[in-house]
Each structure stands twice: as structure tokens, then as C-alpha cells.
């Protein structure tokens, strides 16, 4: 299991995780509630969590594959996808405390590109 950060820990209250296949991927990958992405092993017959990585900009990754295609997907826009309603369909992602590796489900919430600029500047403006 990836280690979480305490910030994140703060925010969950719940003992164990909740999890749900990733969309278009199901039944091969699943995420929890609290940003572990795990993917079925059919030799072993369970459920093994892939280790993600950090980019650049320090955000977590992982790479999914599906009919030999691979592709990277974020952490946080994986959680948000599975966990966070999305009605008004918001394009971005954001962390509330600011935290990029804190990727549980608590912790995040959709936003337009503008709000999340704007949260941004405000953010900038109270140090």
C-alpha cells in the first residue's frame, strides 16, 4: 500500500477503503476512495496495487493498458472520476489543502479552469 499523507489522513474518518473499477478498464483496475490504484493479477487470482509515479510537476500516475494500449492517467482525476459527483461537468481537478500527492477523495473537488485559476490567485494573495 502507498503511503498517504498525514494531511489526507486528517480528512478520512472511515477505517477501510471503498473501491470501484476504473472506468473502461473494469474488472482489470480498480481505485480506492484514497488514490491506491490496484490491478487484478489473473495468475495469482488478486488484487495487487501498482506503484505510481511523479511527474515533473508532482502530481501521481499510473499506466493502465488495455488491448495492448497503454495509457497514463492521474491519481487524483482517477479518484475524483470514481468518487466525486461531477454534475455541472467540470473539467479540473483541484486539491483543497493544496497537497498534490494527497489524492483521497475528501481532499478533492471539481472545478472550471477559470474557478481553479482563480483559487490559485486568491491562494497567492493570502500568504
Keep these: 500500500m502507498m503511503d498517504r499523507c498525514v494531511e489526507c489522513s486528517l480528512y478520512n474518518v472511515q477505517k477501510t477503503d471503498r473501491w470501484k473499477h476504473i472506468e473502461g478498464y473494469e474488472e ?6 484514497k488514490g491506491e490504484v490496484q490491478h487484478w493479477d489473473n495468475n495469482e487470482k488478486e488484487w495487487k496495487t501498482k506503484k505510481p509515479r511523479m511527474n515533473k510537476n508532482g502530481y501521481y500516475y ?22 466525486i459527483d461531477n454534475p ?35 491562494r497567492l494573495k493570502n500568504k
Excluded: P
Excluded at 482489470?28 to 476512495?33: A, M, N, Q, V, W
Excluded at 467540470?90 to 474557478?115: F, G, P, S, Y
Design 28 to 33: 482489470k483496475y480498480r481505485i480506492s476512495d
Design 62 to 83: 499510473v499506466r493502465l493498458s488495455k488491448s495492448g494500449e497503454r495509457n497514463q492517467k492521474y491519481v487524483h482525476r482517477l479518484v475524483a472520476e470514481a468518487f
Design 88 to 122: 455541472e461537468n467540470k473539467e479540473t481537478v483541484n486539491h483543497k489543502n493544496r497537497v498534490k500527492i494527497c489524492n483521497c477523495a475528501d481532499n478533492l473537488e471539481w472545478m472550471t479552469q477559470e474557478e481553479n485559476n482563480q483559487d490559485y490567485v486568491n
